[in-house]
Every structure is written in C-alpha cells, then in structure tokens.
C-alpha cells in the first residue's frame, strides 16, 4: 500500500494501457482519478472494476486539448480529494499516413491530442502541486517511435518525441521543488490495436524483439508505478524504453 492518500490522475484511462496503469495504482491504494473523452457509461464500467481493487475513485469526462476543461478536471480532484500527487499523461492516438497523403486535420490532431493534451495537464497540475509543497510525480507516456521514427507516423513520432523535450524540460524547472518527471516509452503493446493485426504481421514484429513477445498493458502500468513510488525519489528526466529490447 505504498501509494495509500496519494491522488492520481491518469488521463485517457478508461480502456487501455490507462485502464491497466489506474489498475496497478489502485492497487497500491492511491485514490484514482478516471479521465477520458469516451462517453459516460465507458468511463462508469472502468470505474466499478477501479473500486473493486481501490480505495476510492472518480471518474472526469474532459478533453485534455481544451485547456478550460482541465482547469476545471483538476479543480474538481482538488474540491474531492483536496490535492493530487500523481499524474500521468497517458491520453494518445495514431492517424497513420505517408507524409506526402498526411492531411493538415491528421497532423493538427494527434499534436493537439498528444502533445498539447500533455502540456494542458502538466501545466495545470504543476500549479497545484508547487502550491502544495509537498512534491509530486508526473509520467508521461511517449513512445519508441519518438526516439526512432516510423514510417506513415510522421505526426505520431514528432508529437512523441515533442514530449520527451516537454519531459526533460519540466523535469529541470520543477526538480527544485521535489517533482520528479520521467517519460516511458512503450515498444509494441498487445492492446486492441494491435489485437487487429494478422498473425503474420505479430510473428514478424515478434522476430525484432529481443525478448521474442509484444509487451502487456501490466508491464508498462509496473513501471509506472515504479516511477510514482518513492523507490524513485532520484530519478527524474529520463526516458525508460519497455519494449522488450528493441530500441537500445
Ligand atoms: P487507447 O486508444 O486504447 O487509449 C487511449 C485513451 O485515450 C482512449 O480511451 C481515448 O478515448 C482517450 N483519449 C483520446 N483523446 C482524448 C482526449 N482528447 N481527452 C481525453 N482522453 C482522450 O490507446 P492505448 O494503446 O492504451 O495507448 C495509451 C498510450 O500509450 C497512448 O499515448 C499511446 O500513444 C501510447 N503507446 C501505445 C502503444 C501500444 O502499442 N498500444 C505503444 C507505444 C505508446
């Protein structure tokens, strides 16, 4: 119960890799916050599972791209739980295309969703936590696609690795006052993405993993929790790859 009075938001979260990181810090007794752009009853269901293992949770329908509705997402943790400790930027989306058929709409929503969405939190949180004096932690969720690029994912990978300048920049600013901020970035992550996928395709994908097997949602939700933990009280700024070995 390492996390027990802690309050967590974790944006994107009611399927998902989010889905299993608000899991993971339930379990470790953190009060979870649920927020996602899906409608209500997707949000409600992830909640009941949420409860089970958690001491309590909430769940906040808000667009992360519009600042207003983070002011009042974060205003409204802060009215429930009277603070918040955690946050995770986890809130992402793909709109694959090669560069030359990219629409102008495709690349603004994936910077906006992506990036932005993670500048609008951290920003808004951040306050909250230097006014709180009591540290805090944010994660945020990038990609190995932001570190190596792909092909048909222009807009993806700049927004990616845009948030691991975001990430190193943040983490020097408020490192003075005892938050930390760390990205992960996710190799190939069985999801419902990539449960669509031929058996060939996974086969092959499988072949450039040195640990021969896409990731689960629980492996990047354990390290989540690790970064959130006070095991990792000295680290701040970096970026941890899991992927199974496949960007070294
Ligand atoms: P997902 O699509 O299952 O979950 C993303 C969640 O974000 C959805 O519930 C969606 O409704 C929500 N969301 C989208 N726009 C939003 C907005 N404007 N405001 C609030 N919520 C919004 O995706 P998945 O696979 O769980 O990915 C989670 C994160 O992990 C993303 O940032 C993704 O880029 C990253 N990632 C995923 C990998 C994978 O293999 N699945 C690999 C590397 C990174």
């Known amino acids: 119960m390492e996390l027990f009075g802690k309050v967590a938001l974790i944006t994107g979260s009611a399927r998902g ?37 958690g001491d309590q949770a909430i769940g906040i329908r808000a667009d992360i791209t519009i600042f207003k509705e983070v002011e009042s997402m974060v205003k409204e943790i802060i009215n429930k739980f009277g603070k918040i400790d955690i946050l995770v930027n986890n809130a992402g989306i793909i709109r694959d295309s090669l560069l030359i058929r990219m629409k102008e ?43 190596v690029g792909n092909i048909g994912q222009a807009n993806y990978a700049a927004s990616k690795a845009g948030i691991i ?36 395709v996974i086969k092959d994908l499988q072949q450039q993993i040195p640990l021969k097997r896409l990731g689960t949602v629980k492996d990047i939700a354990k390290v989540v929790y690790f970064l959130v933990s006070d095991n990792a009280n000295y680290i701040t700024g970096q970026v941890i790859n899991v992927d199974g070995g496949m960007v070294m």
């Open 165 to 200: 300048g975001l990430t190193k920049s943040i983490a020097k600013e408020l490192a003075l006052r005892n938050i930390n901020v760390n990205a992960i970035a996710p190799g190939f992550i069985e999801t419902d993405m990539t449960k669509r996928l031929s058996e060939k």
């Open 105 to 147: 709409e495709d690349w603004d929503t994936v910077i906006n969703i992506n990036l932005k969405g993670t500048f609008n939190c951290s920003k808004t949180v951040a306050k909250y936590m230097l006014r709180q004096k009591s540290g805090g932690k944010i994660v945020n969720i990038s990609s190995v696609i932001g570190l």
């Open 17 to 53: 890799i989010g889905k299993a990181i608000a899991l993971e810090l339930a379990n470790h007794g953190a009060k979870i916050v649920i927020n996602d752009i899906l409608p209500k009853n997707e949000i409600d269901k992830t909640l009941e599972e949420i409860r089970k293992s």
